[in-house]
């Protein structure tokens, strides 16, 4: 039941994940996967673009600490994930639960992200305003 559960919540995170998603025709797991791999790589190149973007407009202390945080971040969302898909291993669907995780912390990320490169001036941990 639990894990029926996991699979009709994962379900739906894949497919509320992105507009894209709404794409996704087929109904068999095998589909549904590769829908939920091809949200995460969307999102992923979103992420990828905002942080290519941030690093060409912040110095060089800013963009090491960037890069830091960001191989430190890549980590943390991987892990985060196989925690969350721990209650489908094994299972036809878990490469969606996985990658529905992956999406929604990615596009989390690349909020984060974005918000650093349109804040407000004056807001001292606006890492956008850094270019020592």
């Avoid at 497919?15 to 791999?37: P, R, V, Y």
């Avoid at 830091?68 to 969302?77: G, N």
């Avoid at 969350?84 to 291993?89: D, K, M, N, R, V």
Wanted: proline share 2%.
């Amino acid at each position: 039941m639990v894990r029926a559960c996991l699979a009709a919540a994962a379900f739906g995170l894949a497919l509320g994940s992105s507009a894209a998603a709404a794409e996704c025709k087929g109904t068999a797991q095998a589909d549904l996967n590769a829908c939920a791999d091809a949200d995460l790589k969307r999102a992923d190149a979103a992420m990828n673009a905002a942080y290519l973007k941030l690093m060409k407009r912040i110095g060089p202390q800013a963009q090491a600490a960037l890069k830091e945080a960001q191989r430190a971040w890549l980590p943390y969302r991987d892990k985060s994930c196989d925690l969350e898909a721990l209650g489908t291993e094994g299972g036809s669907a878990q490469p969606m639960v996985r990658a529905g995780c992956l999406t929604a912390l990615t596009e989390e990320r690349t909020r984060r992200l974005t918000g650093y490169l349109t804040c407000q001036e004056g807001d001292l941990a606006c890492v956008g305003t850094l270019a020592e």
